[in-house]
């Protein structure tokens, strides 16, 4: 049985994680699973929860920058300079390790990935476990993360000591993760720290380029990623692939009738910034008000799309500026056939 606990109950959750256990937590991107970053058997016990490959390092979640020189060296004055702006928050660095660290979590790299939370419970459970926390999203390996407590149960339940069942996640997608162990920062990963605000600290970062993509620093991007069970397309507008309203539609106040869930517009859903033409439909739709909107909404409506069994879900593409570019990629991502 995993324990359902209260926000109010850190210091419960602190315990668990300090006797080796595994804990599901908010963060200000997405629900997290955490355990100790010292302790082999709580690393492999993230690993076998999830069905993680092994080879798929983790994230170490730290309290605050005074712990950085326990488990990383050397640390660059340019990764002080990003800490200042942007830590607490959404930005994960990668650093050189030091032995404190098992090697289980950085799946044998000499570097470690690091951040610091800025989500109140997630700040509470660091402080009172008083440990380096390492969480990979708190989801079965290959399916969109958790945003909501609901969301790590549904593919957790039972496979996990315990979650915090807080509220929904604010950014709804994973931290931006940038390669600082070397010359020249590199984005391995998009988020909510954009390219061009780490550009305004440190001019040359630059995008992970093909010719990177070497097991050693990209490790997560060989692995299916962030992928619901139903089918999803890419799409510039949602009148390319929506279907006239069907006449036995929106009966009795509900969206769509069984019989309309059974012909191909039926089993459809949307999600984008441009709301469908009058007279077309989708069983399910989510017409967001903004890139911060579609971030948040994606991997919820993902997993909602699960659940009443929607066979295609179109994603509109938006530019690839700032957020857009972790949408994008996230969204490309869950469209993968392979
Ligand atoms: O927002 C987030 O980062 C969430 C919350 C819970 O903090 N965590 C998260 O963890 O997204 P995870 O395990 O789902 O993704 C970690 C990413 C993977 O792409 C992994 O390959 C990369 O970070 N990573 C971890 N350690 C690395 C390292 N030493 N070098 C390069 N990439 C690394
Ligand atoms: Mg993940």
């Not at 990003?82 to 959404?90: D, I, R, V, Y």
């Not at 915090?164 to 993760?177: H, K, N, P, R």
């Not at 990209?218 to 962030?226: D, E």
């Not at 799409?235 to 929106?250: G, H, K, L, Q, W």
Request: proline fraction near 7%.
């Amino acid at each position: 049985m995993t324990l359902r606990l209260n926000p109010e109950e850190c210091v419960q959750a602190a315990n668990i994680l300090k006797r080796g256990g595994t804990v599901a937590f908010p963060t200000e991107t997405v629900y997290g699973l955490g355990a100790d970053a010292t302790r082999s058997s709580a690393i492999e016990a993230i690993f076998h929860a999830k069905g993680r490959p092994s080879d798929n390092p983790l994230i170490v979640h730290l309290r605050h920058p005074d712990q950085l020189s326990d488990y990383c060296r050397p640390i660059s004055s340019l990764a002080y300079r990003l800490m200042e702006s942007f830590c607490p928050g959404p930005l994960t660095l990668v650093l050189p390790k030091k032995r404190s660290i098992v090697d289980s979590v950085t799946a044998g790299l000499n570097t470690v990935a690091v951040r610091f939370p800025s989500h109140p419970t997630a700040q509470r459970i660091l402080e009172a476990a008083d440990l380096p926390i390492a969480a990979p999203s708190a989801n079965r390996s290959g399916r969109p993360s958790s945003t909501s407590w609901q969301a790590v149960l549904d593919d957790l339940d039972g496979r996990i000591d315990a979650v915090v069942c807080d509220g929904s996640t604010d950014i709804g997608l994973e931290s931006t993760v940038l390669d600082v162990s070397g010359f020249v920062p590199i984005v391995l990963r998009h988020g909510s720290i954009t390219l061009e605000q780490l550009q305004e600290i440190e001019p040359s970062t630059r995008l992970r380029a093909a010719s990177d993509l070497t097991s050693t620093n990209s490790p997560g991007l060989r692995h299916r990623h962030y992928q619901p069970r139903a089918r999803v397309v890419l799409c510039d507008s949602p009148n390319e692939v929506a279907e006239p309203v069907p006449v036995t539609s929106f009966s009795g106040g509900r969206a769509v009738d069984e019989e309309s869930k059974c012909s191909s517009g039926g089993r459809n859903a949307y999600i984008g910034l441009s709301e469908p033409a009058p007279g077309l439909h989708f069983a399910m739709q989510r017409h967001c008000r903004d890139v911060e909107d579609y971030a948040r909404s994606l991997f919820d409506f993902f997993r909602q799309c699960d659940s009443v069994g929607i066979a295609n879900i179109y994603c509109q593409r938006v530019d690839e500026i700032g957020l857009g570019r972790a949408i994008m990629d996230r969204v490309r991502r869950a469209a993968e056939t392979s």
